[in-house]
């Protein structure tokens, strides 16, 4: 099989993907071959994460003070009231009990 004579944007248009991606991901795989491809994201938490010791005062404060509240609306009042810095709690862990 031949290799196609194609430019960035088609290469990106033909694998569905954004032409900034297919032009970061170009030299990564150049470099490792398809392990350069592979989400680096994975298996790492987001620094955007509450940590740990904040997670069961998130927890406390939604079930004493903020039960029924949309995970949005919790998350104002936490930043605003609290001074919680990260990310929108994932509602599933609110409701769950572990925000």
């Not at 795989?29 to 071959?33: K, L, Q, T, V």
């Given at each position: 099989m031949g290799?196609?004579?194609v430019n960035h944007e088609e290469a990106?248009?033909?694998?569905g993907i954004d032409v900034?991606?297919?032009?970061r991901w170009t030299p990564r795989?150049?470099?490792?071959?398809e392990?350069?491809?592979?989400d680096r994201r994975l298996?790492?938490?987001s620094g955007k994460r509450v940590p740990t010791d904040r997670a069961e005062e998130v927890e406390r404060l939604y079930r004493e003070?903020?039960?029924?509240f949309t995970v949005k609306h919790?998350?104002?009042h936490l930043v605003k009231d609290h001074g919680f810095g990260w990310a929108t709690p994932d509602s599933s862990c609110i409701c769950s009990g572990r925000a």
């Open positions: 290799v196609l004579d990106a248009e033909l694998l900034r991606t297919f032009t795989y150049e470099e490792d071959g392990a350069g491809l592979v298996g790492k938490a003070r903020y039960q029924g919790f998350h104002e």
